[in-house]
């Protein structure tokens, strides 16, 4: 693991969060603001380190780019590598940027969206140009600091041309063009080692349907996504490919809108083997669910395969993207997690962002910080509900009359519709309610958190 030695060589010519070094684990007593205080990288929980559990990764878009601009406001955080204006030379000193960040606080890997490492040039064969150009640098970066690549992805979104969707696009000339993007993406991915490959819906959905061949729509998604999966698959690419649900936010009704609806649609159109759910608090609770009913939805298909965190706010509701700080919320999260063995290839990516006042770099720290030491905290908490309290016990009694008798005969397929009405009306009637005790499993919760 980095020591103050190797982060002495991942960090560029120019220091950037200068007074900063390697973030220690204190412990929980500590009163230093720059020390984790339930971060152990190296503790073992339920047979791994916590390292291994949660494959940490900085989100290159919020905490290199996101400089704080808002609908009603100009962008307030002077961050300094964005200072040159060449694109690539701003690009080499923003990986300087993140190589030093990431390495200072000890994380295994990082996230990005293609034109997050660079900007966009003119033409697809000038970005192209810089694509591979960054790429070769964080190949160095990569090499010298031991930080890997969680996932890439392809902004399809954010410019003009994609104003009516990517893959979705109702003009053919713009679906060829996100075609164009996607592969540059797996390719720079790929050369990477990237160990995922992340489609977060951007503008595929719509604003009105009366404009919209929805099925029509859809079938492309389908076609785009079959497309990009067998081209990077030739290109040896083993890894897991996640979709990532939100309900609304660019487009009115997005079509990927919650863990369900993506089961259903990689179902329908035969992805379920490639394919998996990246899910974002904060989408979750967009789409009027909870993080944990999204995560159990995904899980009870196989299909849990990676997050990105972050929180919403009770008060409105937009995609916020705050970082974590509800321990309660992650612990039931963890529990989900733990109890259906783990994250199926991906981590936790702090898909996050300090608010627009908060303008020291320090703060990326503190919010980082924070983040992490909440899911180690929560993992704490899980790991210890479900092996030194009785709530798996509880949780399995509620269901203890169809362990037995003719509760297990209607759960192994051996019984008819009347047969319960033969069983009913033996029983006339007589049901003893059964409590569902949800104060005493929160009380479990709150004893352990
Ligand atoms: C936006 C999404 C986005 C994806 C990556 O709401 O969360 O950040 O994670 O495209
Ligand atoms: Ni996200
Ligand atoms: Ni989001």
Redesign the pocket.
């Known amino acids: 693991m980095a020591n103050q030695n190797s982060i002495q060589t991942i960090v560029g010519a120019q220091e950037y969060f200068k007074g900063i070094g390697r973030i220690p684990f204190e412990g929980p007593e500590t009163d230093n603001p720059l020390a984790y205080r339930f971060y152990d990288e190296n503790r073992v929980v339920a047979g791994r380190t916590m390292r291994e559990h949660f494959k940490f990764a900085v989100a290159y878009w919020h905490t290199l780019c996101g400089t704080g601009g808002d609908p009603f406001g100009a962008p307030t955080k002077a961050f300094p590598w964005l200072n040159v204006q060449d694109p690539v030379q701003q690009a080499k000193d923003k990986m300087d940027a993140a190589f030093e960040f990431i390495t200072k606080l000890g994380l295994p890997y990082y996230c990005f969206h293609d034109f997050d490492l660079v900007a966009e040039a003119d033409t697809l064969a000038q970005s192209e140009q810089r694509l591979q150009a960054i790429g070769a640098y964080a190949r160095e970066k990569m090499n010298a600091s031991g930080v890997r690549l969680l996932w890439g992805t392809a902004n399809l979104f954010s410019h003009p041309r994609y104003m009516n969707g990517a893959m979705t696009n109702p003009d053919f000339t713009v679906v060829a063009h996100a075609g164009a993007q996607v592969k540059m993406a797996l390719d720079l991915t790929i050369a990477l080692g990237g160990e995922n490959y992340v489609f977060?819906g951007g503008r595929e959905g719509y604003q009105s349907l009366l404009n919209t061949d929805m099925k029509r729509e859809l079938e492309h998604m389908a076609r785009f996504l079959h497309m990009a999966k067998d081209y990077a698959r030739k290109q040896g690419f083993a890894g897991t490919f996640f979709i990532?649900p939100k309900p609304m936010e660019p487009s009115k009704h997005q079509y990927d809108f919650d863990s369900a609806t993506v089961l259903g649609f990689l179902r329908e159109h035969g992805l379920l083997d490639d394919f998996k759910l990246n899910v974002?608090v904060n989408h979750a609770t967009l789409a009027l669910h909870s993080f944990q009913h999204e995560l159990q939805v995904a899980a009870n298909a196989g299909m849990l395969g990676s997050i990105?965190a972050n929180r919403g706010d009770y008060q409105n509701g937009w995609d916020t993207d705050q970082f974590p700080n509800n321990v309660y919320e992650i612990t039931e999260a963890m529990l989900v997690i733990l109890e259906s063995g783990g994250l199926r290839g991906g981590g936790i990516n702090f898909?996050a962002k300090t608010r627009r006042n908060s303008t020291d770099l320090v703060d990326l720290f503190h919010a980082h910080i924070g983040g992490i030491d909440v899911f180690a905290r929560a993992l704490l908490a899980a790991d210890a509900i479900l092996h030194h309290s009785d709530y798996r016990t509880l949780r399995r009694e509620r269901y203890a009359s169809f362990d037995k008798g003719d509760g297990k005969a209607f759960e192994s397929g051996q019984l008819q519709l009347e047969d319960l009405a033969r069983m009913a009306a033996s029983a006339n009637g007589d049901i003893a309610l059964q409590s569902g005790k949800q104060e005493r499993f929160e009380n479990i919760l709150n004893r352990f958190v």
């Open positions: 977060w990532e974002e990105d898909d």
